[in-house]
């Protein structure tokens, strides 16, 4: 089992950037690779990025590639999403995930889900 917590969410203009957290607690964090994914309102939740449990790998949409970077600090049980040049398309909430696999870049390869944190890009 790991426990997964988003934080770093908020309102932004366009342009800007923000970085969200996700803090993982329970089994070693090191044995998952992680993902972001993000529900905007009307729509079905969407991959965004994921990282393998080294942090050697790593996955963008193409929506996002170029502006947002997904990184982990094992030690601190965290996994990051690093979000420059916000556009209004990019509202949605936001959620982490664990997988088990060595990557995973669907919803349903995910076994632990976090609460999610709300970011909304203003035009």
């Known amino acids: 089992q790991v426990q997964l917590v988003e934080s770093g969410g908020g309102l932004v203009q366009a342009g800007g950037s923000l970085r969200l957290s996700c803090a993982a607690s329970?089994?070693?964090?090191?044995?998952?690779?992680m993902g972001w994914f993000r529900q905007a309102p009307g729509k079905e939740r969407e991959f965004v990025s994921a990282?393998?449990?080294?942090?050697?790998?790593?996955y963008y949409a193409n929506s996002v590639k170029g502006r947002f970077t997904i990184s982990r600090d094992n030690a601190k049980n965290t996994v990051y999403l690093q979000m420059n040049s916000l556009e209004a398309e990019d509202t949605a909430v936001y959620y982490c995930?664990?997988?088990?696999?060595?990557?995973?870049?669907?919803?349903?390869?995910?076994?632990?889900w976090g609460e999610g944190t709300q970011v909304t890009v203003s035009s």
């Open positions: 995930a664990a997988t088990t696999l060595s990557m995973g870049l669907r919803l349903s390869e995910y076994s632990y």
């Open positions: 329970g089994r070693t964090f090191s044995s998952y690779a």
């Open positions: 990282i393998s449990w080294s942090g050697g790998r790593t």
